[in-house]
């Protein structure tokens, strides 16, 4: 609730005043979207690093946490590496974690890497498509829109 309503200072204090939240993946995961709607790359990877080594569940919505800060300018090594997160966790197949990746591959011009990532994806959504045809345009390449369809 706290992090919904941008009280993320708050939510993390209720987070460390429970025992119970430093076992349950959806604790992590409502203050990982909490930073990651803030843009606080750092609090983000220090949370994760602390999930891991607690050996809290990784999930899908841990990894859609992870990566939304990466589409930030700058972030794309901590992408990259998230992306490498999401494979070892077999996560990165999933359609939104897939759509996360791709529209952060694009929006950081590595149109390459989201042709690649978009080649991959066992099942294309209309977000799938319009992440990579958005990526195309912002890229100056949208002749290469006609080559997707």
């Known amino acids: ?42 609090d983000v990877v220090v949370l994760f690093c602390e999930m891991r080594g607690l050996g809290v569940e990784i999930n899908g919505v841990t990894m859609l946490g992870l990566v939304q800060p990466c589409g930030i300018p700058g972030n794309l ?14 996560l990165d197949m999933d359609s939104s974690v897939g759509n996360c990746l791709l529209t952060m591959y694009v929006k950081s011009g590595e149109i390459d890497c989201g042709r690649k990532l978009f080649n991959e994806m066992p ?9 990579m045809i958005n990526g195309y345009a912002q890229n100056g390449l949208a002749n290469n829109v006609f080559g997707t369809l």
């Open 123 to 131: 099942r294309k959504g209309l977000i799938t498509w319009n992440a």
């Open 77 to 90: 090594g901590l992408g990259m590496c998230v992306h490498g997160f999401c494979v070892k966790f077999g």
């Open 1 to 42: 609730m706290y992090g919904k309503c941008s009280l993320i200072d708050n939510a993390r204090q209720v987070f460390d005043e429970n025992p119970q939240s430093r076992k349950l993946t959806v604790c992590y995961n409502s203050l990982l979207s909490g930073y990651a709607l803030k843009s606080r790359v750092k």
